[in-house]
């Protein structure tokens, strides 16, 4: 069965940096969408960044300037490098990968956490 499976997640200090990776298990027909959403305790899942088949990027406004999403196609796999990090970027980071037509499908990550405290 597929599976996406991420990793890069800790613990760093406010202004540090990390980058998250997922990557697709087996044979899967290419997602038109990739992207990472976060949840932190006690609020809704929000949309962190997508990243298009062809390439085009949208980011949400908080992270806007500080986080880059990049995917290999040929892979089926998509990074976030997250710069400048805030205790508010505290969360669970899911991965997210989705295809619209022929074999549709929607498939999620297990989560890695991301904290930033002083």
């Known amino acids: 069965q597929v599976q996406l499976v991420e990793s890069g997640g800790g613990l760093v200090q406010p202004g540090g940096s990390l980058r998250l990776s997922c990557a697709a298990s087996?044979?899967?027909?290419?997602?038109?969408?990739m992207g990472w959403y976060r949840q932190a305790p006690g609020k809704q899942r929000e949309l962190v960044a997508t990243?298009?088949?062809?390439?085009?990027?949208n980011y949400a406004d908080s992270v806007k300037g500080r986080f880059t999403i990049s995917r290999d196609n040929a892979k089926n796999t998509v990074s976030l490098q997250m710069n400048s990090l805030k205790p508010e970027d505290t969360a669970v980071y899911y991965c997210?990968?989705?295809?619209?037509?022929?074999?549709?499908?929607?498939?999620w990550g297990q989560g890695t956490q991301v904290t930033v405290s002083s």
């Open positions: 990243i298009t088949i062809g390439g085009s990027t």
């Open positions: 997210n990968a989705r295809r619209t037509g022929f074999a549709s499908y929607t498939y």
């Open positions: 087996g044979s899967i027909f290419s997602p038109n969408d």
